[in-house]
Every structure is written in C-alpha cells, then in structure tokens.
C-alpha cells in the first residue's frame, strides 16, 4: 500500500513553513496542503503595507502554488475546504464529501477577523484584511474613495492608517481605548504614537465606541455611543482576530482560546498537530510571524520522528508605522513588574523591569529604536 500523506490543512505561512521545513528532514514522505484559498504564497504582514507603494495583490504572491508543490515535491489542493475531522478513522473530510486519509495532520486554519456588534444596514459593507482576498477587495473599494474610517487602534489599525494616509487618504481611528496600542503600550509609548500619527494626518477619536453604521447613498454614516456622527467612504474594521478552531472543535479536539497543544505542538489526539493563528501553545496564543517560524521548526522534526518541543527565544514585534518606528516586546502578562519610562521629543524609551532590576520586556518608539540591538540580549525567553 502507498505510504499515507501528512495533510497539512491550511496554505499560509504555517502551513507552507512546516512543509517547507518537513522536506528539508524528509524527501520522501507525501504531504498534501488542502486550501480553502488560491494557494500562492505570500508575505501576509506586506498587506499592512502594500497601499502607500501601490502594490497590486497580483504582485504580493512571491510563488504561485505550483511553484510551490514543484519546490517542496507536494500536492496542494487549493480552493478545497476541510468540512471535518475524523482523528480516530484519520480522515478529513473535505466539502464535497470526499474523505483523505491521513498518517499525521496538521492544523494551520488561521484566524479570523472579529466583527464587532453593531447596529445598521452598513455593517455588511465594513471591511477587513485578513487575507490577499481581503487586499484585493479593500483595493477595489478604495478606488475613488478619499475618506476612511478604521475602527481598532491595535497593531493593524494604526499600520493601516499610517499606509493609508501615505497613500494619500484621509484617515480617522476610532477606539475604544484611552491610546493606541493599549494592549501593547504603556501610556507614553502610546501618546507618542498617537502625535506622531496625527502628525502624518490621521484623526483619532478614543475612548469612543462605534454604535452603529448606516448606508446613505454613496457613503457611511457612524454613530458613536457619544451621539457623534461621522460620515465616511469606507470603514475598515482591525479590531482583533479569532483563532479558527471550529473543524477542532467539532473533531472533539480540545479547544481553548485557540486549539490546545502542548510544547510539542500535539493535541490530545497524537496525530494531529496545530500551528500558527489558530494555535494556543501551552497557553498561548502569538499570532505573529516569529513564533510561527519557531513553532514550524519544531513541528517539522516531531513529524519527522524526532519529537522536538517549541522554544520560543524573545521575539520583539517591528510595528510597520513609517510615522513613528515602534519595536515592542510584550512582557509576559504573568511576570510582575512595571515600566520605567525615558522619553524627549525624539523617542520614548520603555523599559518593564521587575523588581530586582531584570527586564521583562520593552516599548521602543521614535529614535529610541536604535537602542533594540543592545537589549535584544537582555530579554527573556517567551518559553524555554
Ligand atoms: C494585515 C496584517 C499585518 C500583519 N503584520 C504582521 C507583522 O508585521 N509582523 C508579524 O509578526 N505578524 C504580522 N501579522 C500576523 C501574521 O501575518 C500572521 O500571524 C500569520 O500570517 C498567520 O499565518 P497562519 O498560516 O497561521 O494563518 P493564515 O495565513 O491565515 O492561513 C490560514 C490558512 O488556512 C486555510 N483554511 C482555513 N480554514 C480552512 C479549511 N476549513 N479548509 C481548508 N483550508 C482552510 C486558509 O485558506 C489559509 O490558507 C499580520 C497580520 C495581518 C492580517
């Protein structure tokens, strides 16, 4: 009987790392990538980015998917979408019912965008960029446009906003939060931000939650819980993902915020992996590009016979605002300690230490980046 494949679900950049770094252990053993997408491989974060230097989706894709099952000797499926999980026949099934037989099965789903409870006939038409699909709407819908309005000054809001106000937009940011960034950092960190940002014309209107969104005519109309109305062209949505975790879910796999797996990778259930955006590894979910790489290397051995569990070393976070250059390392949030703040017009420096003086963590932003090198060093490892 033909060896079984290992099914890789999923075509992003966990998916296609893991594989990537399977072949380079095994040249041997069949993988299969099932995509619900196009299958061609991409930088997702350029997508924060593309606007301002007028990249078209067509040109993000650095290799179209039979490059890709020609360069790592796969088969890919794309456009096929997974509609369950037999961990115990080893099957998935996809949605024209057909089943495929697995030896080993990774989980590499991503995440999605969260869609905010709102009111009003609008909501259908706010956007979001999750994916090269979404680009290519947001592009499309964009063309004539002059106005838009983010809702979420996370990390993807403010991206967005610094590249859409380069590309020559008008841009507002609307936030429930005292500051941009809140999640990522402390207080001065995000003023700076904040007057950097509005430095490069975008308006920020926090602490103001989004009630609802009407269509009038050719443009949508906001109101905030405040009864402020701001009438705009588009509305862009970037507040949070979700891990995908409903095929898991329905499998009996256990789910938490996202699919359970330990240091291995491993659910429960042996043979079936998780990685990436849909991923909570002992606790955690790091939906970035560096944890992803860690965790696909590791993944790769395991599923080559050499079970290697995940070290995640410091993975500082590059926040792609031309505007105002941020570098942020996230301390644990189990770790006690607080910030120390060095700040001029030029930078802030912030540093989380604990109380015996060790750093936990940092928020670099302005000319104070330069300072990332040297304290790269310092910093703990996410997990040992
Ligand atoms: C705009 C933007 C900018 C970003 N910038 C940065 C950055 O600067 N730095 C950084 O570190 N991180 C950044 N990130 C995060 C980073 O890009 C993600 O963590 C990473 O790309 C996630 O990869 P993934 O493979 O886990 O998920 P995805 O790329 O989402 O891939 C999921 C795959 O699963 C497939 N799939 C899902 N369900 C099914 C199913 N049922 N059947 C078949 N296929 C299925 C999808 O089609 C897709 O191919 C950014 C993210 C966004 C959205």
Not at 180 to 196: C, I, V, W, Y
Not at 312 to 323: E, S
Request: overall charge neutral; glycine content about 8%.
């Amino acid at each position: 009987m033909s060896q079984l494949p290992v099914i890789i679900i999923g075509s992003g950049l966990a998916g296609y790392t893991v594989a990537r770094e399977f072949r380079k252990l095994d040249a041997e053993t069949p993988i299969l990538i099932i995509s619900a997408d196009h299958g061609g491989f991409y930088s997702k974060p350029t997508l924060s980015n593309a606007l301002a230097t007028g990249k078209a989706p067509a040109s993000i894709v650095t290799a179209s998917v039979e490059k890709m099952a020609e360069q790592l000797k796969m088969t890919i499926r794309p456009y096929s979408r997974v509609a369950a999980i037999d961990p115990l026949a080893k099957t998935v099934t996809l949605r024209d019912g057909e089943k495929l037989p697995y030896s080993q099965l990774v989980l590499a789903l991503g995440a999605d965008s969260i869609r905010l409870p709102l009111e009003g006939e609008g909501v259908k038409d706010i956007l979001s960029v999750n994916d090269l699909d979404d680009y290519h709407q947001l592009r499309n819908v964009l063309e004539h446009k002059k106005d838009v309005t983010i809702l979420g000054a996370g990390l993807i809001g403010c991206e967005f906003a610094n590249d859409l106000t380069s590309a020559g937009y008008r841009v507002r940011v609307i936030d429930i939060s005292a500051q941009p960034l809140g999640r990522l950092l402390p207080q001065s960190g995000g003023a700076f931000l904040q007057r950097r940002l509005e430095a490069a014309g975008v308006t920020f209107h926090l602490g103001a939650a989004t009630r609802s969104v009407e269509r009038v005519h050719e443009s949508l109309r906001l109101t905030l819980a405040s009864g402020e109305i701001i009438q705009t062209d588009v509305v862009l949505s970037a507040v949070g993902l979700r891990p995908r975790t409903s095929l898991a879910e329905a499998a009996g796999i256990a789910v938490n915020r996202g699919i359970a797996v330990s240091r291995s990778l491993q659910t429960p259930h042996g043979d079936v992996y998780a990685l990436g955006d849909c991923a909570e590894v002992e606790g955690r979910v790091l939906p970035f590009v560096m944890p992803i790489m860690h965790a696909a290397r590791s993944l790769a051995a395991t599923l080559a016979q050499t079970p290697t569990p995940v070290r995640y070393p410091a993975m500082p976070v590059l926040v792609k605002t031309p505007a105002c250059p941020t570098i942020v390392s996230p301390p644990d949030p189990a770790r006690q300690g607080e910030w120390v703040v060095e700040e001029d017009d030029e930078g802030v420096k912030a540093l989380f230490k604990s109380a015996d003086g060790k750093l936990l963590g940092y928020a670099l932003l302005g000319a104070s980046t330069r300072e990332k090198n040297a304290l790269a060093t310092q910093l703990p490892a996410v997990m040992e």
